[in-house]
């Protein structure tokens, strides 16, 4: 088992290292006492969910067997049908998509339903004590605990993932502090159980990374086999030339639906996650934002996939 960063400081002693630094940051000392009450003793739920990743890597088919499946798409369908009256002036406010708004939302709870079961403060206090990124968690740790100091939460109510991700969006604390944002008119940005403040984080966090209105993220094309464009393609996004749509159609890239691409002069790479003969996707400026949030090509492709599917956008 990994041992703490200094064998000889007890858990306590990082604790109060802790609790100096908060209130040299000018933290509430009750606030910051009453948060630190949550982490009593290392969390070996944490230590175990954190040294035990799966190591092994899926292909893009396996993943979206896994977070695609049929009943999850027709779930965001229904969900959105509820939603949208909410949701959709909340995304063109703070300079989003409702559908991207919906993928992420969609893959990070699951609608809301899956918030995760770990209190923020107890696992970001495991993980920064336990070592392997102490430096990481500290900081988040530090942020949590400003949250609460600046009476946004909750000690007992900020609910996340084992590595510290909290409420429906999954916002680190630092990401809270940079984009969660209140339009419910309590005075906290409530991303655990307020749809309009989860809504509207999500989206001035895209906003905020540059979404550009009106443009899709990307489409699902053909590619001849054997062609310049499938060489010119790649399995990851960042090692794909970048052409004009209107440039890739001329290779004889084809919207898969057989229709006509609808914004040629668009710049645009060729995504191949499983490589030539796989599925293959035009991938514009907007995937690029949705790496922002988690930089992987199989989860921008899903956010995308599953935001159409929430719309009614043809894939």
Same mark, same amino acid.
């Given at each position: 088992m990994t041992r703490p960063p200094a064998a000889s400081e007890s858990y306590r002693q990082f604790l109060e290292g802790v609790r100096s630094q908060a209130l040299a940051e000018g933290l509430s000392a009750t606030a910051v006492t009453e948060a630190l009450a949550m982490a009593p003793a290392p969390n070996q739920a944490v230590l175990a969910r954190d040294r035990h990743q799966p190591e092994f890597t899926m292909t893009w088919a396996q993943y979206r067997s896994r977070v695609l499946k049929p009943a999850r798409l027709q779930q965001g369908a229904q969900v959105f049908q509820n939603v949208r009256g909410t949701l959709t002036p909340l995304a063109q406010?703070?300079?989003?998509?409702?559908?991207?708004?919906?993928?992420?939302?969609?893959?990070?709870?699951? $609608?809301?339903?899956?918030?995760?079961? $770990?209190?923020?403060?107890?696992?970001? /206090?495991?993980?920064?004590?336990?070592?392997?990124?102490?430096?990481? $968690?500290?900081?988040?740790?530090?942020?949590?605990?400003?949250?609460?100091?600046?009476g946004e939460a909750a000690p007992s109510t900020m609910l996340g993932s084992y590595a510290g991700a909290m409420g429906q969006p999954q916002f680190m604390p630092s990401a809270y502090l940079q984009y969660?944002?209140?339009?419910?008119?309590?005075?906290?940005?409530?991303?655990?159980?307020?749809?309009?403040?989860? $809504?509207?984080?999500?989206?001035?966090?895209?906003?905020?990374?540059?979404?550009?209105?009106?443009?899709?993220?990307?489409?699902?094309?053909?590619?001849?086999?054997?062609?310049?464009?499938? /060489?010119?393609? /790649?399995?990851?996004?960042r090692q794909s030339a970048v052409r004009s749509v209107s440039s890739w159609e001329a290779l004889g890239v084809r919207p898969v639906d057989g229709g006509s691409f609808t914004q040629p002069d668009l710049q645009a790479r060729l995504l191949e996650p499983d490589g030539p003969g796989g599925q293959a996707f035009l991938v514009f400026h907007n995937f690029n934002v949705i790496r922002a949030y988690n930089p992987s090509d199989y989860y921008a492709l899903a956010v995308g996939l599953l935001g159409d599917a929430c719309t009614g956008v043809p894939a």
């Open positions: 406010r703070y300079g989003a998509a409702d559908g991207v708004v919906m993928g992420i939302w969609g893959l990070e709870s699951g $609608f809301g339903v899956t918030l995760g079961k $770990f209190n923020v403060i107890d696992a970001l /206090a495991t993980l920064a004590y336990d070592g392997r990124r102490a430096k990481f $968690f500290r900081s988040e740790l530090l942020k949590a605990l400003r949250i609460v100091s600046d969660a944002v209140d339009v419910d008119g309590d005075g906290k940005p409530n991303i655990w159980t307020s749809k309009p403040d989860v $809504f509207a984080s999500i989206a001035n966090y895209l906003g905020r990374r540059h979404w550009i209105q009106g443009q899709g993220w990307g489409t699902e094309v053909s590619v001849p086999q054997g062609s310049e464009a499938e /060489a010119l393609g /790649a399995k990851g996004s």
